[in-house]
């Protein structure tokens, strides 16, 4: 279970954003306007690097419906952080296939190199990790991806990790 | 060489973009439709194609879309399930990353048959590059004039929406789907009322997999028929394999079902054998849910016949030496790796991914996940192998959808073919604690040499 002090501070969303949500919010039939809860909050997620209750909170007021109603799916779903992440957070798929070449390795060389253990932050704010379940790429393994876009590395070794580890450093102190 | 219905320009470069796959010949099959066929017409292709759900339950697609309920003034809907999630499937995201427009192509016809004007594909969240993908694709088709207002001036309206998930396995389940779709959490529906019934809003709706509406295209374009002349008695046409674990040549490969496994396995056209010279000890050849097979008994069934890729063949011998296509993820597994290890992480994963709705599901894939990490780890007990039997059986049947299923299936063919490996594991735990990998005795005598 997750243990979650999930405050965060009060938000509120900028035109640009509403105007997203406005958006998706059209694909669906009149008084269907909940349907557009799980991409509003990944797009939440992708501006505030995590899902805070006061953003729970707004969400629910744009769609008309309850919090409970977004917090329920926030928590359901795994893709969704309920607490402050890493600025890069890297996701490992550790399900059988991917084990079957080497990706326990991996997640193993990642947590030495950053020196944090699975779900924490680096004390720089740069980066955090974890193992996550099968990301259909079982013929690419091991795979991770890097959110908010959700970019891609497949075949990993320990010398691409490391390499994709110094490029993201030099990117975020550029 | 086996045909290619599916992935027959995969390597035209530039095949991704309307352009260039529209020079290939793409969106044939939406003129032919929309111009010469009734929507009646096109289901009536589809049955006579004999095509089967491709998402790995194997249900015939026609038939499920002549349930489609059709009352006055309800809207319809088609819902495409790319929410791909079964461990060692990939072949959805190979092909809405490289072939985009196969995919909104097969949508357009299909909802055209099912009389659907707005249709959602609904991508699993973790698959944000494939969505900015699809969402070009179809920018691009409702500038031809493929999507959007009286397509092709026939009148038919359509308008094709990529729905992001959340990260949830379940949602691969077609009620879960809908309920995420609907903006709740993914707890499938108990059934009936079926969703060609009450589906999407409570309106009637169909929901198929990625590569079964692909596969509407090659069926309008050549005729049901046709594509039903390709394959093995009721397994018809070419089915998409992901093929992964120890394979000198993993990937997604296009087969003629009926194909046989040896050749899929061992040829260099396919997979090429297994990796760095070792030899197969076993296969999950359907997707983590369906029962593993020692090497012996995947290449031949127990009546000592060549084993084929296709559904009723690999299904032969039933559950007690037979295992099932699915959705084609194929993991193959050398002589060094550990069944028992293998079998913790496939439990561990559907605990996670167990919805907790029905009490077996959400009980029973924790117990055999900790009874397993206990064997793996060298505390296990001579009973935890009955234990775990039990506990499988008594979640599998018990629950509303077939996640229960899924994970009962593989803990206890794990144990019916391999309960050697498992209680080698209790009688030498130190040894299995460091080693860290189980028995190769099951492994398959043939080298590659000696094959194909």
């Known amino acids: 279970m997750l243990k979650v002090e999930n405050t965060g501070a009060p938000v509120s969303f900028s035109p640009e954003l509403l105007k997203q949500f406005d958006e998706i919010v059209k694909r669906y039939p009149k008084g269907k306007q909940k349907s557009a809860l799980l991409p509003i909050l990944h797009l939440v997620q992708a501006e505030y690097g995590w899902v805070s209750s006061p953003a729970m909170d707004k969400v629910a007021e744009y769609l008309l419906i309850q919090p409970i109603e977004v917090y329920e799916v926030a928590t359901f779903y795994t893709m969704y952080f309920m607490r402050p992440q890493g600025k890069y957070i890297l996701e490992v798929c550790r399900t059988g296939p991917c084990c079957l070449v080497g990706a326990e390795k991996i997640m193993d060389h990642i947590e ?18 974890r193992g996550v379940e099968c990301l259909a790429a079982c013929g690419f393994a091991p795979v991770l991806q890097i959110g908010p876009e959700y970019t891609f590395y497949e075949n990993l070794t320990s010398e691409s990790v490391d390499q994709l580890i110094n490029d993201l450093k030099k990117k975020a102190n550029n | 060489m086996g045909r290619k219905l599916l992935l027959e320009h995969i390597n ?26 009734s929507p009646d017409a096109i289901v009536e292709e589809v049955k006579k194609s004999g095509l089967r759900g491709r998402g790995g339950a194997g ?48 949508m357009i016809v299909s909802s055209f048959a099912l009389g659907a004007h707005a249709s959602y594909i609904y991508v699993r969240g973790e698959m944000m590059p494939q969505i900015r993908i699809l969402e070009r694709a179809i920018a691009e088709a409702k500038n031809a004039g493929f999507l959007g207002k009286n397509i092709l001036g026939t009148g038919y309206d359509l308008e094709l929406y990529v729905q992001p998930g959340g990260g949830a396995y379940i ?23 079926f969703p060609a019934i009450a589906g999407l809003y409570g309106c009637p709706t169909v929901v198929n997999n990625v590569e079964s509406i692909a596969a509407v295209v090659p069926i309008i374009n050549d005729g049901g028929e046709e594509y039903a002349k390709i394959g093995l008695g009721r397994s018809t046409g070419t089915k998409l394999i992901s093929a992964g674990g120890n ?3 993993p990937g997604v490969y296009e087969i003629e079902l009926g194909l046989s496994c040896e050749e899929f396995l061992y040829s ?50 039933g559950f007690a030496t037979g295992t099932m296509l699915g959705s084609g993820g194929f993991i193959a597994f050398d002589e060094d790796q550990c069944i028992v290890r293998n079998t913790w992480n496939f439990a561990r994963f559907y605990h996670h991914e167990s919805c907790g709705q029905c009490s077996p599901c959400r009980e ?8 397993l990490h206990r064997l793996e780890n060298g505390h296990g007990k001579m009973s935890d192998m009955d234990l775990l039997v039990d506990v499988s059986k008594k979640i599998e049947g018990n629950t509303i959808c077939p996640l229960g299923d899924a994970a009962a299936w593989p803990v206890a063919s ?39």
Not at chain 2, 183 to 193: E, F
């Open chain 1, 112 to 129: 030495q190199k950053l020196g944090v253990k699975e779900g924490d932050v680096t004390a720089d704010g740069l980066f955090s990790w």
């Open chain 2, 12 to 37: 035209v470069p530039g095949i991704n973009t309307f352009e260039v796959y529209r020079k290939k010949g793409g969106y044939a099959a939406v003129e032919k439709a929309l111009t010469t066929l």
């Open chain 2, 59 to 106: 249900f015939p697609t026609g038939m499920k879309w002549s349930f489609l309920a059709k009352p006055e003034g309800v809207a319809r809907y088609l819902v495409c399930n790319a929410d791909e999630s079964e461990p060692g499937t990939f072949k959805d995201r190979y092909l809405m990353t490289h072939i985009p427009h196969l995919l909104i192509e097969g």
């Open chain 2, 171 to 193: 949602c691969g389940e077609e009620t879960a789907l809908l309920e995420s779709l609907e903006g709740k959490r993914g707890n499938p529906r108990i059934k009936p009322p």
């Open chain 2, 247 to 249: 394979l000198k040549n």
């Open chain 2, 268 to 317: 260099d056209e396919y997979c090429g054998g297994i990796a760095n010279g070792k030899r197969l000890k076993a296969v999950v050849a359907g997707g983590s849910s369906v029962p593993i097979l020692p090497a012996n008994l995947f290449l031949k069934t127990i009546n000592n016949e060549p084993r084929l890729m296709s559904y009723e063949s690999l299904s032969d011998g």
């Open chain 2, 364 to 371: 029973g894939t924790g117990w055999m996940e900790k009874v």
């Open chain 2, 414 to 452: 794990a144990i019916r073919h391999f309960r050697d490996e498992f209680e080698w594991h209790v009688t030498n735990a130190s040894e299995a604690v460091t080693r860290n990998y189980g028995l190769a005795h099951y492994a398959d005598p043939l080298t590659k040499a000696e094959a194909v």
